[in-house]
């Protein structure tokens, strides 16, 4: 019944938005205007929950495009604290480096 109801509002807005194309094209005033009131007057818009979108209630769509778009953040923001992670890491410098450093810094002070 749902999806009788979507065509029928759906044929329905596409005549009048047919009506007003053809209006337009004539350029004819009176039906310009005629048209225009028609096209703010006369569209028909369903409730939230009577729209369908590919069959899936509009409300049920518009969770499924959120749940993606948290998603998608989710993904960017560990890729991205992944990488500062990983900068960070590498600001580290090594304890091999660091012994080796201070093992020549002897070396070169007990020369002197």
Sequence with gaps: ?????????????????????????????FMIKFSI???????????????????????????MRELD???HQIEYWLGYATDLQNSLVDMIPDAEEESEEEELELLVGSKL
């Design 1 to 29: 019944m749902i999806r009788l109801l979507n065509w029928i509002n759906r044929k329905w807005n596409h005549s009048v938005f047919w009506f007003h194309d053809v209006a337009t094209r004539t350029n004819i005033n």
């Design 37 to 63: 009131w028609a096209h703010d007057k006369l569209t028909w818009e369903l409730s939230d929950r009577l729209q369908l979108i590919s069959g899936i209630p509009v409300s049920e769509h518009r969770l």
């Design 69 to 71: 778009l948290a998603n």
